[in-house]
């Protein structure tokens, strides 16, 4: 079985610029995630879709948003880059989301650098 | 609120050492999943282990090990006989349904392991 995939893996913009980046879930897996993660701040929750619905939230600004499509594709976008939006950003996908703590998947991440 | 503390930043051993890295967590939920994920040099997070909180049952799957204990809460992870291939930032992470019904994963810091062969 595939894993979760990431595109593009490695991205260069400049401030004021905007970005989307793209994550295809597990086969099967309808709950997808994202995180940021930094030196400084670490790994940090952003959000969860699940059955095209963002159905959790981290503490990020509205810059930041995403959305899921009917085959549980995911993109998320970040409009008016600043350069502390540098950062490897995962995607992790589960079975289902709700009731359940599924086990998440990981992709290998996309490297946004903000110049 | 929760909360995953891993007080070591990093650990380096020489290789066939035995390494534990140490996780405490912090909840307030009685129902959690305890994780410990590793993110080698090519930034993928590689899912290892998943403990629920009503499993205190010690693991043991190769070279690794898990110590999850309740009363004090930390899921702590063994690494046994270390290889160069261990080398990695290894993360602990919690997971709980929130008051919205939806799952809330908080990760650690990271411990990052050198193993010197």
């Known amino acids: 079985k595939a894993g979760v995939t990431q595109t593009p893996r490695y991205l260069i913009k400049t401030r004021g610029q905007q970005v989307t980046l793209s994550c295809s879930p597990i086969?099967?897996?309808?709950?997808v995630s994202w995180y940021q993660q930094t030196p400084g701040q670490g790994l940090q929750f952003l959000f969860e879709?699940?059955?095209?619905?963002?159905?959790n939230k981290g503490n990020f600004p509205g810059r930041f948003s995403g959305r899921q499509f009917s085959n549980s594709r995911s993109e998320m976008n970040v409009s008016t880059l600043e350069l502390g939006d540098s950062a490897l950003y995962l995607c992790?996908?589960?079975?289902?989301?709700?009731?359940?703590?599924?086990?998440?998947?990981f992709g290998p991440g996309t490297r946004l650098t903000v110049l | 609120a929760q909360k995953v503390t891993q007080a070591q930043t990093e650990i380096s051993v020489v290789e066939k050492e035995d390494v534990t890295l140490d996780c405490v967590y912090e909840?307030?939920?009685?129902?959690?999943?305890l994780f410990w994920y590793k993110q080698p040099p090519s930034g993928e997070l590689v899912f290892l282990i998943r403990?629920?909180?009503?499993?205190?049952q010690n693991e043991i799957s190769g070279r690794y090990s898990w110590n999850f204990q309740k009363s004090t809460s930390s899921f702590n992870f063994t690494i046994t006989a270390s290889q160069v291939v261990d080398s990695a930032v290894y993360f602990c992470?919690?997971?709980?349904?929130?008051?919205?019904?939806?799952?809330?994963?908080?990760f650690g810091t990271g411990t990052k392991l050198q193993v010197i062969p």
């Open positions: 992790a996908s589960s079975l289902e989301q709700g009731a359940r703590t599924d086990t998440q998947y």
């Open positions: 086969s099967g897996h309808r709950s």
């Open positions: 879709y699940f059955s095209e619905t963002q159905r």
């Open positions: 909840t307030r939920d009685t129902t959690y999943y």
């Open positions: 403990r629920n909180s009503f499993d205190e």
């Open positions: 992470a919690l997971s709980a349904v929130n008051s919205g019904g939806y799952q809330k994963v908080t």
